[in-house]
């Protein structure tokens, strides 16, 4: 967090650095992690099954009715610019593809998925502000011990709605219209 005799940044900031991969919490520079192997198949798997189900208007295997997206930049405040592993919108909510950087529109869900150098911001930070935000869901994806704990916001703070480990499948909110095998996130081979 930025010190009071520091200058807040903001999206303009993150802007001038082109496309390094930095996000803006509290106002401070945050430089993301270069993702582990394990970081990079977890995001992948999950962004595969949730398009397969869900990114489509319907059918395809799944309901549809989502926009999902990977690593870009969300403004959920003047100096709050994150760069989620993932995120999503509803359709009904949010008609058209989103556009431009970074995108203004706060998501209905979002996943991080932990490093060892950005678990703190990801789960205190992170957490506080998506909470503060209104982000219906937040999912941390857990490489290292193979667990996925799913946030529901009710009113202004999250509650625990799932927590799964490997070899679990789940109906995992707000994607509860397919079986999740939380395995295949954490490089479980597919059937």
């Known amino acids: 967090m930025a ?22 919490v509290g106002g401070t520079i945050v430089y993301k992690a270069d993702p582990s192997a394990e970081h990079g ?18 059918g395809q295997g799944g309901p549809g009715g989502w926009w999902t997206l990977t690593e870009v930049d969300v403004e959920l405040s003047l100096h709050e610019v994150y760069r989620p592993d993932l995120s999503g919108w509803r359709r009904e909510r949010v008609a058209e593809r989103l556009t431009g950087r970074p ?33 219906p869901f937040y999912w941390i ?5 193979r667990i996925l704990t799913v946030y529901r916001l009710e009113g202004a703070a999250y509650s625990v709605a799932l927590q799964a480990k490997q070899g679990e499948v789940v109906r995992a909110p707000p994607f509860e219209a397919i079986d999740l095998r939380v395995g295949l996130l954490f490089g479980e081979d597919p059937d």
């Open 141 to 145: 994806g857990d490489p290292e011990r």
């Open 103 to 135: 995108i203004k529109t706060r998501p209905d869900w979002v996943c991080e998925v932990l490093s060892a150098s950005n678990a703190a911001t990801d789960q205190v930070d992170k957490f506080r502000v998506y909470a503060a935000s209104g982000l």
């Open 41 to 58: 198949d977890a995001q992948a798997a999950l962004v595969s099954i949730l398009r397969q189900h869900f990114h489509r208007r319907s």
């Open 3 to 24: 010190s009071p005799a520091e200058r807040l940044h903001t999206a303009q900031d993150l802007l001038a650095l082109g496309d390094a991969a930095v996000e803006i």
